[in-house]
């Protein structure tokens, strides 16, 4: 999938909310203790950090805070530096061969995984700024479906959140997502409806699998709600919940990032 365009779309809606929002020290309350130039920064910085990774080959970790900003000591972003930050990573995506061995946190060490990441770092922090302004956010279900696959795809590889997972207690716990959009809607790869199930391993690893299943705990909404869910940015009582809702009450506050 080409997410180029996803990512010029969300960060453009991203730039005019920044601008709707006026006064960027206005608090984001999905991400406590956040302003909306704190959130602006956070996304423009990510994406100076991915130029910075591919352009240089990197293939050790890095921390986004260690890439220059080009701004000033102390200042915050704004809507024309997330522009053009972003339009320096797409140019950067187009003109890098995916196969590229680079540095990711995922489980994919080659350039293609930066597309969809930053994709996806887009719509959660597009929503965000939304919610911080009042608006109901809309993510197209099969926007919805591939970034549930992608949060699956990379959450075992996300140690500072198995870490956590470990000290749970729920080895062997399983929680079932149920996507209500029509199936067409909300397509995943081989055609399957959008349905996933996430069983809780040993030492806080994680595996899922796609298709229809009876888990510990099922969740049932549109695809949108469910990835917001998994992101921290929807409660559980917005969505359908049969059986163990404390399993999966602690299970999202713990996986969430």
């Given at each position: 999938?080409?997410?180029?365009?996803?990512i010029?779309?969300?960060?453009?809606?991203?730039?005019?909310?920044?601008?709707?929002?006026?006064?960027?020290?206005?608090?984001?309350?999905?991400?406590?203790?956040w302003?909306?130039?704190?959130?602006?920064?956070h996304?423009?910085?990510?994406?100076?950090?991915a130029?910075?990774?591919?352009?240089?080959?990197?293939?050790?970790?890095?921390?986004?805070?260690?890439?220059?900003?080009?701004?000033?000591?102390?200042?915050?972003?704004?809507?024309?530096?997330?522009?053009?930050?972003?339009?320096?990573?797409?140019r950067?995506?187009?003109?890098?061969?995916?196969?590229?061995?680079?540095?990711?946190?995922?489980?994919?060490?080659?350039?293609a995984?930066?597309?969809?990441?930053?994709?996806?770092?887009?719509?959660?922090?597009?929503?965000?700024?939304?919610?911080?302004?009042?608006i109901?956010?809309?993510?197209p279900?099969?926007?919805?479906?591939?970034?549930?696959?992608?949060?699956l795809?990379?959450?075992?590889s996300?140690?500072?959140?198995?870490?956590?997972?470990?000290?749970?207690?729920v080895?062997?716990?399983?929680?079932?997502?149920?996507?209500?959009?029509?199936?067409?809607?909300?397509?995943?790869p081989?055609?399957?409806?959008?349905?996933?199930?996430?069983?809780?391993?040993?030492?806080?690893?994680?595996?899922?699998?796609?298709?229809?299943?009876?888990?510990?705990?099922?969740?049932?909404g549109?695809?949108?709600?469910?990835?917001?869910?998994?992101?921290?940015?929807?409660?559980?009582?917005?969505?359908t919940?049969?059986?163990?809702?404390?399993?999966?009450?602690?299970?999202?506050?713990t996986?969430?990032?």
């Amino acid at each position: 999938m080409n997410y180029e365009p996803q990512i010029e779309q969300e960060t453009e809606r991203l730039a005019e909310l920044a601008e709707l929002a006026g006064d960027l020290s206005a608090p984001v309350p999905s991400c406590p203790g956040w302003t909306m130039a704190e959130l602006v920064t956070h996304v423009g910085q990510t994406h100076r950090w991915a130029v910075h990774v591919l352009r240089e080959r990197v293939q050790e970790r890095i921390w986004s805070r260690q890439v220059p900003s080009g701004l000033p000591e102390g200042r915050d972003g704004d809507a024309g530096w997330l522009r053009a930050g972003a339009a320096e990573l797409v140019r950067t995506l187009r003109e890098t061969d995916p196969d590229l061995p680079v540095w990711t946190w995922g489980p994919d060490r080659r350039a293609a995984w930066w597309p969809r990441r930053m994709a996806y770092e887009l719509v959660v922090h597009r929503v965000d700024a939304e919610l911080a302004l009042g608006i109901d956010p809309v993510v197209p279900a099969a926007t919805a479906a591939d970034g549930i696959e992608e949060f699956l795809h990379n959450l075992p590889s996300a140690v500072w959140v198995t870490r956590r997972l470990a000290e749970l207690g729920v080895e062997g716990a399983t929680i079932h997502l149920h996507a209500t959009d029509p199936a067409d809607a909300a397509p995943v790869p081989g055609g399957v409806r959008g349905e996933w199930t996430i069983t809780q391993g040993p030492e806080g690893r994680v595996e899922w699998t796609r298709g229809h299943a009876k888990g510990d705990v099922g969740v049932r909404g549109p695809a949108a709600d469910l990835l917001l869910l998994l992101y921290g940015r929807r409660s559980p009582d917005a969505l359908t919940v049969h059986g163990d809702s404390d399993l999966l009450t602690r299970w999202l506050t713990t996986a969430a990032f």
